[in-house]
C-alpha cells in the first residue's frame, strides 16, 4: 500500500514549515502547496488522508481552492481542517462548513490538537483505502465467477426463497427464451414444466424439493422456452441453507434434444428397417405378441400374411443393390396402400414382408388382401429407368386357428407360403393342418436321408430298355432305391425332391452316378462279350447349379474307365428353365466329351418341340403318362406319333417308358419308336437281377 499523506496548503512559508514541524512524529508522508494552484496541481496526481487548508491567501483563497476540490470528482470527498488566525473564525465558519470543511484550527495551532485531529483522518483514510482494497478483490473474484459461469455450456439459475429468478448465465438465458432475454426478476414457475400428472405447482416434485432443502437429480424433464414450447432436460436443483432457514435454490440443467435424438435414432435403428422404414422382424414380433394378448382379451383374430417375393435375387444381381433397395421401396408402398392403417406392414427379411390384419370381419378379408397384394406386385415396376416385373407368394396364418403363440403363427404363415411357392408361385395359400404335418414329416425324412448313405441303406436298380426294331436289350436305366430299416421303402418320388430341397442331392447324385456307371463298367467287360451295354442315369436340375458340373461328371466317368459313349444323361425341363444359359453350356460340354443327353418325362413340363431344337439333346423319353393314354383316344395316339416323328427329324431318338402292354408296344413298333422300357418287359431290377437278365437276353440273342 502507497504511504499515506498529508497535504499542508499555505502561502507563508513558515506556517508550511511549522504545521509540517508538528506532524513530524506522524508515520504518514507531508506534502506543501504554497497556493490554491500548486495544491490543485497535487491533488490531481496524490491521494491524501487529509488537507490542512489556510484561507487567507493571495490569488486563490482558501475557501475558493476548497470549492474547486468539492466540485472536482475524485478528489471532492478529501476533509479539510481550515487553519485560520484567531478572529477571524466567526466570520468564515459557516461557510466553511457550507464547503464541506471537517474542522476548524486557530493560529498559533496547538500541535496536540492538531496532531489528534490528522491522526483521526489518517486512521480513517487508511480504513477506507483498506476496504475499497477488499471490496475491489471481491470484485475482481465475483467478476471472474460470473465469467466461469457464463462460459459453461450448462444453465445456471439462482432463485430466492420465493422461487424468484436473482441469477441466470447467459447458457441459461439462451435455453429458457432462445434471444438471450434476460429472466432474471421472472418466477422459475415460468420455465419448469411440472409432469403431466402433477399440474398444480405446489404438489410439484421441482417445489417440494426446494420447501424440504434437499439436492435432486432429474435425468428427463421438460422446462418450457417462452412458455411456448418444452424441451428436454436434464437438471441438478439444490436448496441454500442458512442455517436452517432456505433462503433460495440453486438450478443447473442441460439441453438433451440431441442426446435424445441420438437415442430415438438407435432405437430406430433397431426397431424399424433402414431401407423401407417399416417395422423390422423385432417390432414386428413385439407387435405381433402383443395383439395376441389382446386378441385374447377381445376374444377377436387376427390374420398373418407372410409375403416372399420369387425373384428379388435376380433383380439384385442383375440391376444391382441400390435398384434393389428402389424396389423393396415401392414394394413396402404397395403392401402399405392394400391395408387399414391400423393394420401392420413388416419387413421381417430381405425379400420377405409380414402383414398383420387385426380383427378382420371374417377369413376371406386375409384372401381378398392377398389377391389385392399379388395383383398390386403383378404390376410393372419402374426402376431407375428399367421395367421390372416380380412375383410373390404369400402364405397365410388366423389366430387362434392355426396357433396361439407369436412362434406357431409365424411358422404356421411360413409353411403356408412354402407351399404357395412350390404349388407355382404368384399365388396364397392358406395354412393348414395337412401342410404342419408334412412340414413334420419332411424334417424327420430328412434327418433319415442324412443318415442312409452311410449306413447303406440306398440301392441302385436297373431297368432294362429295348430296342422296337429288334428286340434287342441296348442297356439299363439306373434307378435309385431306398430301404429304410424302419419304413421299408422309400418312392425316390419321395425322397428325391426332399433331396433337392435340402442340398443333399448333389451327394446322391454323385453316389448313384458312381454305382451306375461302376454296374456299367462290369457288365461290359466281364458279361456283354463284345455287346455295349449302355446306362441311363438320371440328373436333378439343381445338380446343373454346381460348379464346373459338367467338368465334374466328366471327370466322375473317366475316373470310373467306362467309355464316355455309354453313358446317358437324363435331364428334365426344369434344368433347362430354371438357368437356360448355364446348362445349355454345360451340356454342350458333356456332349463334346462324347456322354449323350436325354430329356426325361418330355411332355409333362413347358418346352414345346421347337424349343428341342435349340437344345442339345440327343434323345427324347416320351412321359409314361403319353404312353398310358394309348389306345385310349384318337387324339392321343397322334400326338404320341407326332413326337415321334417331329423329334426324328431334328435326328433325335425316341424312349417310350412305361410301357406296360402288348398293345402299347404295338403302337410305339408301328410309329417307330427307337427303345422302349417299362413293366412290360421288366421292372426295374436288383443288380444280380439285372445281370441275370442281361446273362439271358445276350443268350437268346
Ligand atoms: P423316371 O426317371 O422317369 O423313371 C421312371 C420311373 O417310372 C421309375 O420310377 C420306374 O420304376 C417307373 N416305371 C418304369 N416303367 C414303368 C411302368 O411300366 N409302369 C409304371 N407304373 N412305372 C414304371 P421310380 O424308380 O420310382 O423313379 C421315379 C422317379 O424318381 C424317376 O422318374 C426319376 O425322376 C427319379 N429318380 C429315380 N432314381 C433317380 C436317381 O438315381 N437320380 C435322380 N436324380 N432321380 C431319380
Ligand atoms: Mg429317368
Ligand atoms: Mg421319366
Known sequence: MQQTKVLIVDDMEVNRLVLAGMLEELPSGIDMASSGAAALALLADNQYAVILMDIHMPAMTGFECVSAIRKTPNIQNIPVIFVTA????DKFVDQGYHLGAVDYLVKPVDADMLLS????FVSLFEQRAKLEASLAESRAIQHKNDQLLNFMAEGILGLDSQNIITFANIAACTLLTSNREHVVGR????FINPSA????WEDSDFNHVFKDGQCHHMDDALFWRNKKETFPVEYTQASILEGAEIVGGVVAFQDISERKKDQQQL???ARYDQVTQLPNRSMYWDFLSKSIA??????????ILLLDLDNFKQVNDSLGHDAGDELLIQMAKKLTHCVREADIVARVGGDEFTTLLLNPRDSQVAATIAQKMLADIAQTFHIFSHDVSVRASIGIAIYPNDGTTATQLTKAADTAMCHAKSSGRNTFKYFSRAMHERIEYDLKMTQELHKALGEQQMTMNFQPQ???KDHQLVGFEALIRWHHPSMGHVSPQEFIPLAETNGLITEIGDWCLIQALQQAKHWNDKLSGGHEVNIAVNVSSLQFKQNNFAEHIIDIVERSGLSLSLLELEITETAIMEDPQKTTEDLHKLRTAG?????DDFGTGYSSLAQLKQLPIDVLKIDKSFIDEINQNDSSNAIVKSIIDLAHSLKISVVAEGVETLEQFAFLQKSHCDVVQGYYFSKPLDMANASAYLRSALSSS
Open 86 to 89: 484567531a478572529g477571524h473564525i
Open 117 to 120: 485531529k490528522v491522526r483521526v
Open 187 to 190: 418466477s422459475i414457475k415460468d
Open 197 to 200: 400428472s402433477q399440474q398444480n
Open 267 to 269: 432405437l430406430n435403428l
Open 294 to 303: 389382446t386378441a385374447e382379451r377381445t376374444n377377436s383374430s387376427i390374420a
Open 466 to 468: 429295348m430296342q422296337v
Open 595 to 599: 456322354i449323350r443327353i436325354s430329356m
